[in-house]
């Protein structure tokens, strides 16, 4: 498989991982809201915590992968 098949493979499972939490997430939110006693601020950082995660550990993980190599 050439690497930018690779590259494909890897960029479509990262954009079907982060669809499928935000299709479970958003009919669970009501919810998980009324079961936790969230705010409306509460619930907005449930929902933002995982795109903030992946911010904050892409950018270690591309400079790594630019430091040792993929």
Do not use: C, N, W
């Amino acid at each position: 498989m050439r690497p930018q098949s690779r590259l494909v493979v890897v960029v479509g499972a990262v954009v079907f991982a982060d669809t499928l939490l935000y299709a479970v997430l958003a009919p669970l939110l009501p919810e998980l809201s009324h079961a936790l006693s969230l705010s409306k601020a509460s619930a907005g950082l449930l929902t933002a915590a995982y795109p903030i995660g992946t911010l904050v550990g892409s950018i270690p993980a591309g400079l790594l992968v630019v430091a040792v190599g993929p």
